[in-house]
């Protein structure tokens, strides 16, 4: 039985982050992905990426009011749910149970079912509504973790930093990867 995980991507800059975790999962045959995305992701991926999200996605993007996506009830055994990037307006949704578009309800399915929900805000700086939003999360289940690559592992590259944010986001759905350098490797 293959492990399932959602990928929500919102508006937030920060699409390079979404895009590369879906290259990971897809290059996997062990993991059933599920994308959704709201209108203002398609617009910041065709800024920061180019190219076409249903492309990178491999296949179709549940739009904001499809709720016939499988993700959409608990009963479908969907086992973690990353939202990558998450802007602070759907970070405020979910953390408040506003459940208005696919990306919100799959999230709010996630964490009443007590699964992985993985938020990855991109934003800065972070206001108090902000941290009491993501704060909320954190007492809800969720692992908050926000876009902050690290550099012990001296990243040659943009795409290199980008892997210390995703290596990170896979170690949490526990998916195997080698996208990092772990501290106190050589």
């Not at 499809?66 to 970070?91: H, I, L």
């Not at 919100?104 to 206001?127: I, S, W």
């Not at 592992?153 to 998916?175: F, H, I, N, S, W």
């Amino acid at each position: 039985m293959k492990k399932k995980i959602v990928v929500g991507i919102t508006g937030a800059s920060g699409a390079p982050y979404a895009r590369r975790l879906l290259q990971a999962l897809r290059a996997r045959d062990d993991l059933e992905i599920g994308v959704c995305a709201s209108q203002t992701a398609r617009d910041v991926w065709a800024l920061e990426c180019g190219g076409s999200l249903d492309e990178a996605a491999g296949g179709q993007v549940w739009g904001e009011r499809d709720y016939a996506a499988p993700f959409a009830s608990g009963s479908a055994g969907w086992g973690a749910m990353v939202v990558v990037p998450c802007s602070m307006a759907t970070a405020a949704r979910i953390a408040h149970g506003i459940s208005d578009t696919l990306l919100t309800r799959a999230a709010d399915v996630v964490l009443k079912e007590r699964r992985t929900l993985v938020v990855v805000p991109r934003e800065t700086p972070l206001g108090l509504v902000h941290l009491e939003n993501l704060a909320q999360l954190a007492r809800l289940g969720a692992v908050v973790l926000p876009a902050m690559p690290s550099f012990y592992g001296k990243p040659a590259t943009l795409d290199d930093a980008v892997d210390t944010v995703v290596g990170r986001v896979l170690d949490q759905v526990g998916v195997e990867h080698g996208l990092l350098r772990r501290w106190g490797s050589r």
